[in-house]
């Protein structure tokens, strides 16, 4: 939809212009206004030539306002510098490894006239000799490791039976990339880019390009790097949090076929009665999977509100109205609706995508909100769900169950909100919600949700840093750090863990690093809540004087003066953010009022 | 297609890929006055003449794509 240069780099891409263009690219890309960028060091160890996959991923972070700065390894040496090391790499300090494998670098594949002891024993070794590069990284770097697994192979001397024989080349790689999904189940910080499928999904006939391996050792085709590296580009906007949230849905022609108002209920094409009733049911299908990870499905859309409510009565509508996180249906145009959404569901814009069959609307809406994302969708209702999931949008790192519940927390607060608006008084509002909180130390538990946490936290969030879940366990187990987590629950339901604060320890003194809130509860007082267990918790250490920083970014203005709030006073501030101190006395007056705090 | 016109597309992707718009390009241009026509350079080059003109590189003629001179020559002999 975007109409400049880079409108290339969207979904379905433009490969021609992307590999042509990439220097101009690059360059609108930086020139970019508002960008809140974030800088990150990725190092490329890889076991094939890389430059092209390095220069497009770049241009894909780029556009997820991630500003890369890469370290690329000898060529071939991914296994040398990350098991013997390498002075540079380990001056660069990498937050993310990235180990650009392929099937050229299985060392030893089965021959032939091999035992089934022998070949197993070679997929041990090929297993073990990549377990000994991610534990050196992991153990000297301790940066993230995204690795490759496997391409089938494109050629096939044992013809079928490579697949089903234990010699084969097929049934070779089938079991190791089965090894590395484990591990990487096993381990944090540890993702595949699953090169498997990417290979499948372009075709293998495609994917290789014989007359550039001989040539340049490039172990894929050039026109098939654009999706590799888009891929991996998905990776890393997920581990820090650059991926949507949400979806905002048309009605009429996108969620079903026809037109509710004019055709009814019983008229507009769902189900299996026609082949685009079918589709639709599909798409809706899609889009009930993509809910119950985690993405909160809203609709906006021009009908009247009780005649679009009926279309999810229809028997063959997958999606109920329950499942929406959010409803609006009038004649207001569609910007003014999606920015009332937005506030509701209180993500950034940058959080949404937004479908609609209409190229009008979808024109209407990029203008008015630059960051939302409009899939240019065709106009056919069969390709709706390769614009969704091919852009991948929504890439999860992992699931917690959390994700889950997502929904279901958006829907309270959208309750919680309504009966705001019918008590006048705030307090009031607050003392009828019945909070209680638990509020303690990091548990082992948790780790998972508070790493995730960590990671998309920007509103309510004192210093934007981002952690790695090894980071979060060491400062929930090491004593130099007091960590706080906590959960916030109210009569209308449970929000789950949604605060943390990890302060360090330096003699008499709490520093606080990180101290962040999920959206879902601002407004709900928790921080004079937690300052108050921050407080105890402290006393407790001998600490007498807590350290509050606030370092400005582009999203965190609501907290600039929270410190003050808290009772701290200002020792200094600057272009790079404040410095706040509260001395604690014996006779700390505890500042929660509203919620109730057990452990 | 004749000479002008491929030496007309040639320079469309010449400006692409150096990032130079107002690349000048005859056939006597050689890798010496464009600075960063580098073995990175020709693989791009490569592929963008290839996807242009429909015309598959073999791997051993990838090593005439080394002057202008030489590109257009295997263009026209590709194209017949």
Redesign the interface.
């Known amino acids: 939809m975007n109409t400049d240069v880079s409108s290339c780099l969207n979904y379905p891409f433009d490969v021609r212009q992307i590999l042509q263009k990439k220097k101009a690219l690059k360059r609108d890309l930086l020139a970019k206004k508002n960008q809140n960028w974030i800088e990150k060091k990725i190092a490329i160890l890889g076991g094939s030539t890389t430059a092209e996959i390095k220069d497009i991923l770049e241009l894909f972070l780029l556009k997820d306002g991630i500003r890369p700065i890469f370290y690329e390894s000898g060529y071939g040496k991914y296994y040398e510098e990350a098991v013997f090391g390498s002075q540079e790499l380990q001056a660069f300090k990498p937050d993310i490894v990235y180990i650009h494998t392929t099937n050229v670098n299985i060392s030893s594949f089965p021959e032939i006239f091999e035992s089934v002891e022998l070949v197993q024993k070679k997929l041990v070794a090929e297993v073990d000799r990549y377990k000994q590069i991610w534990t050196k990284i992991e153990n000297d770097l301790g940066s993230v490791i995204i690795q490759n697994n496997f391409e089938l192979p494109r050629n096939r001397p044992l013809g079928n039976l490579d697949a089903s024989d234990e010699r084969g080349k097929t049934n070779f790689i089938t079991k190791l990339n089965f090894h590395f999904a484990q591990y990487s189940q096993e381990h944090k910080s540890f993702y595949i880019n699953d090169i498997n499928y990417l290979s499948a999904f372009f075709g293998l006939e495609k994917w290789s390009d014989k007359r550039y391996w001989y040539n340049y050792k490039y172990a894929l085709s050039y026109h098939a790097i654009p999706l590799l590296s888009h891929n991996i580009s998905r990776l890393i906007a997920g581990i820090y949090g650059r991926t949507k949230k949400a979806i905002t849905l048309d009605l009429d022609n996108t969620l079903w076929g026809g037109v509710i108002g004019d055709d009814g209920v019983e008229r507009i094409k769902l189900g299996k009665d026609t082949p685009e009733g079918e589709a639709f049911t599909e798409f809706q299908k899609y889009l009930k999977e993509l809910r119950s990870r985690g993405v909160l499905l809203t609709v906006c859309s021009k009908n009247d509100e009780e005649k679009a409510k009926e279309g999810f009565s229809h028997p063959d509508s997958v999606l109920k109205f329950e499942d929406l996180a959010y409803f609006v249906a009038n004649w207001k145009p569609k910007p003014s609706n999606l920015e009332s959404i937005i506030r509701k569901i209180n993500l950034g814009p940058d959080a949404f995508v937004f479908v609609d069959d209409n190229p009008v609307e979808r024109a209407h809406v990029q203008v008015s909100f630059p960051q939302v994302e409009v899939p240019n969708m065709s106009e056919d209702i069969v390709d709706f769900i390769d614009h969704i999931d091919g852009a991948k949008y929504f890439e999860p790192i992992d699931i917690v169950a959390d994700d889950l519940q997502r929904n279901r927390y958006y829907k309270e607060n959208l309750a919680r909100e309504e009966f705001k608006s019918i008590h006048l008084n705030y307090d009031d509002f607050l003392s009828s919600l019945e909070m209680k909180a638990e509020i303690g130390a990091f548990k082992p538990l948790y780790f998972d949700r508070i790493t995730q946490l960590t990671n998309k936290t920007n509103q309510f969030n004192f210093t934007t840093k981002r952690y790695t879940s090894e980071q979060i366990s060491l400062f929930g187990t090491d004593k130099k750090y007091l960590t706080l987590y906590a959960r916030l629950e109210d009569k209308y339901g449970d929000n789950g863990l949604v605060s943390v604060i990890v302060g360090s320890v330096e003699g008499t003194r709490l520093n606080i690093d990180l101290w962040l809130m999920s959206c879902r509860v601002i407004n709900r007082t928790l921080e004079f809540a937690m300052i108050d267990e921050l407080v105890k918790s402290s006393q407790e250490r001998g600490i007498e004087t807590i350290i509050g920083h606030y370092i400005p970014t582009k999203r965190n203005q609501m907290v600039a003066e929270k410190f003050r709030e808290l009772g701290f006073g200002l020792v200094s501030s600057g272009d790079q953010g404040s410095v706040w101190e509260l001395t604690i006395g014996k006779h700390y007056l505890k500042q929660n009022r509203f919620i109730k705090v057990g452990e | 297609m004749n000479e002008s016109q491929i030496m007309d597309k040639l320079e469309g ?1 010449f400006r ?4 130079k718009p107002d690349l000048k390009l005859t056939k006597e241009t050689t890798p010496g006055q464009i600075d960063e026509w580098d ?2 350079n020709t ?2 080059l490569t ?2 003449i290839e ?1 242009e003109f429909q015309i598959k ?3 051993s003629e ?1 090593k005439e794509l080394k002057s202008v001179q030489s590109i257009v020559e295997l263009i026209k002999r590709k194209i017949g």
């Open positions: 992707i692409d890929v150096f990032d073995s990175l693989i791009n592929v963008a996807d590189v073999a791997v990838q």
